[in-house]
Nanobody, 116 residues
Framework: QVHLVESGGGLVQAGGSLRLSCAAS????????MGWFRQAPGKEREFVAV????????SYADSVKGRFTISRDNVKSTVYLQMNSLKPEDTAVYYC?????????WGQGTQVTVSS
């Protein structure tokens, strides 16, 4: 069992920045691929970024490349999403995800609202 708690969301003007955090707890965390997804009102949940606990593999959605950076602190068991140059279309609930084989866990989500 893995427990994920997101924080750091809020309201920001277009062009601003936010940093989301995902604190993870549980067994065998080093086996899990950690990711961020988001879901805007009326839309399906979509992939944002993913990182392995070793940090050797990172991937981003095209829509956030060059603006968002995913990272992790293994000592704190925390994954971050640094979001720069935010746009109104980045407005969504952002969810942390942990995945390993057939095991998948989600956090409760944190709201990010970008005003124009």
């Amino acid at each position: 069992q893995v427990h994920l708690v997101e924080s750091g969301g809020g309201l920001v003007q277009a062009g601003g920045s936010l940093r989301l955090s995902c604190a993870a707890s549980g067994r065998m965390l080093s086996n899990y691929v950690m990711g961020w997804f988001r879901q805007a009102p009326g839309k399906e949940r979509e992939f944002v970024a993913v990182i392995t606990w070793s940090g050797t593999s990172i991937s981003y959605a095209d829509s956030v490349k060059g603006r968002f950076t995913i990272s992790r602190d293994n000592v704190k068991s925390t994954v971050y999403l640094q979001m720069n140059s935010l746009k109104p279309e980045d407005t969504a609930v952002y969810y942390c995800n942990a995945y390993y084989r057939s095991n998948e866990y989600w956090g409760q989500g944190t709201q990010v609202t970008v005003s124009s």
